[in-house]
């Protein structure tokens, strides 16, 4: 590494990403779920931090159907004498193929889900939910509730894709107050009154755009589709077989030709529940500021001004990756893509995967985190990156860990400084070797 | 900096490439299995019970 981009490196700063991430999890941005207010706030946030460190910015709206919005806290309690009231996300959580129970339903529990199941909840176990439901429906049961375990600090993770719809309530139990619970109806009636209010939504997410120009002048790049007009899904993209934007290879300073790389992370959560914070400060408030800040180092960076830099943060991540899924087929097919998901807990390694033509791209990711002192391990990333690599780009995904993952204890305090720079460190490093090679 | 020797691949960066990888996420059984093993570096998370067309797997 030149002694340039070793500068570039080491002007990472953490204390910038610290204040990204306290940013993302604040509450007026209330979990950042797709389609929600908390979410566009986020996304114009981040289009004028982006404008700031002179990215040509755009926003681009997609369409994302079947969300499920959990839209009131839901209840479960059991009747066996005296009264069980659960506590939502720590002893139970909805499910999200469950469907839509508004208000309370009292009902007997079953005592197997191999008997008469008319007017009753219906036991079932984790891999023998989808026959439960079955029966379920075709008894007219009063429901299912399935057994489902904790995370390591006790809470029930929130999701909001999932499943297709059934059509019983479903809620999972966690499972040592399952197995309570089936044993206590095993000797005596047990009545269980419950609620899931949990609906679906189609609606729309909005990715953010940067582009850096290598001439350092917003807006000027010769054939760039990017333009500084923010309004949402005025930019439709173009098939990559058009050329829509800049072609794979770019003249560089001199006529070098360079390489073109894309920098992404979520910037979408699981928002937040009814009477309950989510801040989703590592899943991916962390990732989205190790981006943030790789980008504003490398777009003032000689060695990087070789390199095609955009920026991609992506809404509808947790929707199912629809933000990706939405960019990826408008974009040439050797960028280098990047993407960040999770830089708050490092442990031992961080879980890199793979995908398209990405064996040098990886290489080169090898190399980096040599340079930057970042451990690497294949670790798998079900994230954005595989929607880019689906689509035939070299994607590679990060992860670099997420304590309290979509759980209320996943706050700001618990992103470690020194995870975020290696992350920062790691993507600057990296763009600044494809920057030699290009 | 320095240059150091404790970063880069532990083992074979060629096991990156996950055989079901490349549009295996969302809604692939592959996705859905990944809940058993940790995941972006994460603990594993357990609540899909199940594949669906739009699910991450256990990244979201």
């Not at chain 1, 369409?63 to 839901?74: I, M, N, S």
């Not at chain 1, 839509?100 to 889900?113: C, F, G, H, K």
């Not at chain 1, 960028?335 to 890199?352: C, K, M, P, Y």
Request: proline share 7%; glycine share 12%.
């Amino acid at each position: 590494m030149t002694s340039t981009a070793r500068r570039a490196v080491d002007r990472v700063s953490a204390a910038r990403m610290r204040a990204t991430v306290h940013e993302l999890a604040a509450d007026r941005y209330a979990g950042r779920r797709v389609g929600t207010p908390g979410g566009r706030a986020a996304a114009a946030w981040l289009a004028a931090r982006l404008r700031e460190l002179g990215g040509d910015v755009r926003l681009d709206g997609f369409p994302v159907a079947d969300v499920r919005d959990l839209y009131a806290t839901p209840v479960l309690e059991w009747h066996d004498g005296g009264t069980t009231r659960l506590r939502h996300r720590r002893d139970f959580a909805e499910h999200l193929a469950s469907a839509d129970l508004p208000t309370p339903r009292t009902a007997p529990l079953a005592p197997s889900a191999d008997g008469d199941l008319r007017g009753r909840w219906v036991p079932a176990e984790p891999g023998d939910w989808a026959r439960a439901c079955d029966l379920a429906e075709a008894q007219g049961a009063a429901g299912v509730l399935i057994a489902r375990g904790a995370d390591a600090e006790g809470w029930m993770p929130k999701m909001i894709a999932g499943p297709p719809t059934r059509g019983v309530p479903i809620l999972a139990v966690r499972a040592d107050l399952h197995r309570r619970l089936a044993d206590t109806a095993a000797e005596r009636l047990v009545q269980v009154t419950a609620s899931t209010p949990l609906r679906r939504l189609d609606t729309h997410g909005l990715n953010v755009h940067a582009h850096f120009p290598r001439d350092g002048k917003p807006g000027t790049h010769a054939g760039s589709p990017w333009t500084t007009d923010d309004e949402p899904g005025a930019y439709a993209g173009s098939p990559r077989t058009t050329g829509g934007e800049p072609g794979p290879h770019v003249l560089g300073p001199g006529g070098g030709v360079g390489v073109r790389v894309l920098l992404t992370a979520h910037y979408d959560g699981v928002g937040d529940d009814p009477g309950a914070r989510l801040p989703a400060a590592a899943d991916n408030a962390s990732g989205v500021a190790a981006v943030l800040e790789a980008a504003r180092v490398l777009s003032t960076s000689p060695a990087a001004s070789r390199v095609e830099l955009s920026v991609a943060f992506l809404d509808g991540e947790e929707a199912g990756a629809r933000g990706s899924a939405h960019h990826a087929a408008t974009l040439p097919e050797d960028t280098l893509v990047i993407n960040l998901d999770g830089a708050a807990e490092l442990h031992q390694a961080a879980s890199v995967e793979a995908g398209g033509p990405a064996h040098a791209l990886l290489a080169t990711l090898d190399q980096a985190g040599r340079l930057t002192g970042a451990p690497l391990r294949a670790g798998a990333m079900a994230s954005d990156n595989r929607r880019y690599a689906a689509a035939g780009l070299p994607a590679v995904g990060i992860g670099m860990g997420m304590p309290g993952y979509q759980t209320p204890a996943e706050t700001p305090d618990r992103v470690r400084n020194d995870t975020l720079l290696a992350a920062a460190r790691l993507l600057v490093a990296t763009v600044e070797l494809l920057a030699r090679r290009g | 900096m320095t240059t150091q020797l404790s970063g880069g691949f532990i083992g074979d960066l060629n096991d990156a490439f996950a055989p079901a990888a490349a549009g295996g996420c969302c809604g692939s059984t592959a996705a859905a299995t990944e809940t058993a093993t940790t995941c972006c570096g994460n603990a594993p998370a357990d609540a899909q019970d199940g594949p669906s067309d739009s699910s991450t797997g256990c990244c979201g």
